[in-house]
């Protein structure tokens, strides 16, 4: 009769490799919410700047940063993504102008974990911010540009008249290249070390044939927004008060061609 031998110091060796590979883990975990969980803050001034306008109303109600004409309003709104790791503030700046200039309401959610790629729905609920708008477009900056369009192109909540895409591009996925019930506009930075100018054309492809694309010549990746220098960025040609004067220029003409107030 043969007996079973068994092997003590295997089987712990087997164990301590085990609880050092979930140590590991563990501490990759922490490092990613660590990471994910310190975003870009917004620049106090251009904050401040778009908080004192006297033709916008910003607020924070916890959920999301919403900013409403003083007067105006189209019924048209924007559910906008922020940037990866980038507060929702930090585009306030951006977006104060146009809506002054076209009466459109924008609200900007927090995204969990501050990445769109984890919350690429989150306008499904973020249109409830804003119960007085009727038309709505999706749009984002960068990686929440890229979810945008996926949103998008899936099955979004609300019905959705357009795409807003800051220095961003749809991939092959989100479907939208055959789209006709679509207005985009694609705004890329001629100095954009991020979402280069070649990758911008190169992916307009993934976008419906009467997309409009433009290029901010001068401006970079971080400058879509106003939360000061962002790594691997190109270097800004442009002064950050004159990227966004024509960043406003672009999409206020986009959304007012939209909404009949031009």
Do not use: K
């Not at 301590?16 to 310190?38: D, E, H, P, Q, R």
């Not at 929702?88 to 951006?94: G, K, V, W």
């Not at 099955?155 to 996925?173: F, K, N, R």
Request: charged fraction near 20%.
């Amino acid at each position: 009769m043969s007996r079973e031998v068994r092997h003590p110091s295997r089987r712990r060796r087997w164990w301590v490799a085990a609880a050092g590979l979930l140590v590991v883990l563990l501490a990759a975990c922490a490092a990613f919410l660590g990471w994910a969980l310190s975003p870009y803050p917004a620049e106090p001034a251009p904050l401040a700047a778009a908080e004192g306008n006297p033709d916008v109303r910003v607020r924070d109600d916890g959920d999301a940063v919403v900013l409403a004409p003083a007067r105006g309003a189209t019924g048209t709104g924007v559910v906008f993504y922020p940037g990866a790791r980038v507060e929702p503030q930090a585009y306030a700046a951006s977006w104060a102008p146009v809506v002054a200039d076209t009466g459109v309401t924008v609200v900007i959610p927090r995204l969990r974990l501050n990445l769109a790629v984890f919350d690429a729905n989150r306008a499904d609920s973020a249109v409830s911010a804003a119960p007085d708008v009727d038309t709505w477009y999706v749009g984002g900056h960068s990686l929440g540009g890229a979810m945008a369009a996926t949103y998008v192109g899936g099955e979004p909540g609300p019905e959705v008249a357009g795409l807003i895409l800051w220095a961003s591009y749809a991939t092959e996925s989100a479907g939208l290249e055959t789209r006709d019930d679509l207005r985009v506009l694609a705004v890329a930075g001629g100095s954009d070390g991020l979402t280069t100018p070649g990758e911008f054309e190169e992916n307009g492809r993934h976008l419906p044939g009467s997309a409009e694309s433009v290029t901010v010549e001068g401006m970079n990746h971080a400058q879509f927004g106003a939360y000061g220098p962002q790594s691997g960025d190109g270097e800004a040609v442009l002064s950050e008060e004159a990227a966004r004067a024509e960043l406003a220029e672009v999409t206020g003409a986009f959304l007012a061609a939209g909404t009949g107030t031009r």
